[in-house]
């Protein structure tokens, strides 16, 4: 069987549609690019871009107290305006899946 490209799983997701980011080297950061060259410089990388999910942390008023999360802005402004929001517990998080 043949080795398969070194890009191979990031081929496919980008000809299915998916965006794809590079760097020259693990010392730079990631970058949108829409036509990859899928070159196998030394150093170089190519990875399919991750989703990212923004979010935060409330203290509402229920029962007992309780968290709540929420997930965009208008989420925000719809809690901040809820009778139940007490305050905000984090500011807003950020993470890569």
């Not at 080795?3 to 794809?20: F, L, N, S």
């Not at 170089?44 to 709540?68: F, H, S, T």
Request: aromatic content about 10%; charged content about 30%; overall charge negative.
């Amino acid at each position: 069987m043949k080795t398969p490209h070194k890009w191979a799983t990031e081929i496919k997701a980008w000809a299915d549609g998916e965006q794809i980011q590079c760097r020259e080297n693990s010392n730079s950061i990631w970058e949108d690019v829409l036509n990859p060259v899928w070159s196998t410089i030394e150093g170089g990388e190519y990875r399919i871009k991750p989703l990212i999910i923004k979010y935060r942390v409330a203290l509402i008023k229920y029962d007992n107290r309780a968290a709540a999360v929420a997930k965009s802005p208008d989420d925000y402004s719809r809690l901040e305006e809820n009778n139940i929001f007490v305050r905000w517990i984090t500011d807003e998080i950020e993470i890569e899946v």
